[in-house]
Nanobody
Framework: QVQLVESGGRLVQAGGSLRLSCAAS????????LGWFRQAPGKEREFVAA????????YYRDSVKGRFTISRDNVKNTVYLQMNSLKPEDTAVYYCAVFVGVGVPATPGSYDYWGQGTQVTVSS
């Protein structure tokens, strides 16, 4: 079992930055791939970024490439999402998730554990 708690979401102006954190407890954190997803009102949950368990491969959706950075600290059992140059279309609830299988999927349904989410609102 893995418990995930996100933090760091808030209201920010367009062009600003935020760093989201996701603290994990439970099973061995370093054994799993980690992902960030987001869900805007009335829309499906979508992939944002992910990192493999070794930490040497990262994946991003096209709209955040060059602006967002995912990182993980296996000592602190924490995964981060640094978000720069934020846009109003980045407004959503952001979730971190753990995948216990092989590889790094981009589909939300593949992930095994989820946090409760943190709200990010970008004003124009």
């Amino acid at each position: 079992q893995v418990q995930l708690v996100e933090s760091g979401g808030r209201l920010v102006q367009a062009g600003g930055s935020l760093r989201l954190s996701c603290a994990a407890s439970g099973r061995t954190f370093s054994s799993y791939a980690l992902g960030w997803f987001r869900q805007a009102p009335g829309k499906e949950r979508e992939f944002v970024a992910a990192k493999n368990k070794r930490g040497d491969s990262t994946y991003y959706r096209d709209s955040v490439k060059g602006r967002f950075t995912i990182s993980r600290d296996n000592v602190k059992n924490t995964v981060y999402l640094q978000m720069n140059s934020l846009k109003p279309e980045d407004t959503a609830v952001y979730y971190c998730a753990v995948f216990v299988g092989v590889g790094v999927p981009a589909t939300p349904g593949s992930y095994d554990y989820w946090g409760q989410g943190t709200q990010v609102t970008v004003s124009s």
